[in-house]
């Protein structure tokens, strides 16, 4: 008998600097696809504003690394958070 994992897709939006940060990379890294909306972000944040979406511990993992989130961070306390 076979067994199928299911993949659980999340996405979280956020916002930061294109030209100080190479989100692209980041993401590619991190197996995270990125949608980048130049010029949508709010001032107190960072200019831009992009969405991340990827497996919930690939998130965790990319805003631990690059986003100073804490390790033990539960997804939705992320969401809320950024």
Do not use: N
């Amino acid at each position: 008998m076979k067994t199928f994992t299911q993949l659980r897709e999340a996405s979280i939006t956020t916002m930061t600097d294109f030209d100080e940060y190479p989100i692209d990379k980041q993401a590619k890294a991190m197996k995270l696809k990125v949608k980048k909306m130049k010029g949508k972000g709010d001032a107190m944040m960072g200019p831009d504003k992009m969405t991340l979406t990827g497996s919930e511990s690939d998130l965790i993992k990319y805003f631990v690394k690059y986003m100073g989130a804490d390790k033990r961070v539960k997804f939705t306390d992320l969401k809320k958070e950024f």
